[in-house]
């Protein structure tokens, strides 16, 4: 599976959109990129995934470069509650299915 | 049960002593994940069931640790003769493999204190 890489730290204004960028340049073309949120002595919570379309949920929207080489979670509206350590990951749909999970980025929300 | 549960959710053993770690993943989810996550550190993959094939054991430290799923359902992680590196948060995952699109659901994890 391809490495991803993320910053380690971001901050972001309480109501203000979060912006997560990830790089996952030597990303193949049969794997997918899942976001993965852990807030605080929970396990990792599910968040979304896409191949190369734009994605949107109830949780966020994913963007995915046209080169599928980095993409960006976005949390329209951020709250306290979204204070999180956020995992990039990419993955085929084919194989053991496991997760390699990097280090993530810790997405702190001030108020 | 609703969500993946995990028992017990605190574990304090002694150096030497063997542990058991109990999943019980979603009803129907085919797969079944087992990982670790020592302080402040990102999620190490440890093990993989999916239903009856053989489990991805690639993960697992040493061979001290082992892992089983029964029935397809329930599953014992087991490390035997812990030591302090030991000590982590055990998270185990499950899903349903024909709907990969829903991604995994973790427990809350295990927390693993060896002294």
Redesign the interface.
């Known amino acids: 599976d391809a490495k991803t890489t993320q910053p380690t730290s971001m901050d972001c204004a309480e109501g203000r959109a979060a912006n997560l960028p990830c790089n996952h340049s030597t990303i193949s073309g049969n794997e997918y990129v899942?976001w993965?949120r852990q807030i605080h002595?929970?396990?990792?919570?599910?968040i979304i995934?896409g191949l190369k379309n734009n994605e949107t949920n109830e949780m966020a929207s994913l963007i995915i470069t046209e080169d599928r080489k980095s993409s960006t979670l976005i949390l329209p509206h951020a709250t306290l509650r979204d204070t999180a350590v956020y995992?990039c990951i990419v993955r085929s749909?084919s194989g053991?299915?496991?997760?390699?999970?990097?280090?993530?980025t810790r997405l702190k929300v001030l108020a | 049960g609703a969500g993946v549960s995990q028992s017990p959710s605190n574990k304090v053993t002694e150096k030497g002593k063997d542990v058991e770690l109990r999943c019980d993943p979603i009803s129907g989810h085919t797969a079944l994940y087992w990982y670790r996550q020592s302080l402040g550190q990102g999620l190490e993959f440890l093990i993989y069931f999916q239903g009856n094939s053989a489990p991805d054991k690639s993960g697992l430290p040493s061979d001290r640790f082992s892992a089983e799923r029964t029935g397809g359902s329930v599953s014992t992680l087991t490390i035997q003769r812990t030591q302090q590196e030991d000590s982590a948060v055990y998270l185990c995952a499950s899903s349903n493999r024909d709907r990969v699109n829903y991604g995994y659901t973790f427990g809350s994890g295990t927390r693993l204190t060896v002294v």
């Open positions: 899942y993965y002595s929970q396990g990792p919570q599910y995934h995992y749909h053991t299915y496991k997760y390699i999970f990097g280090t993530g």
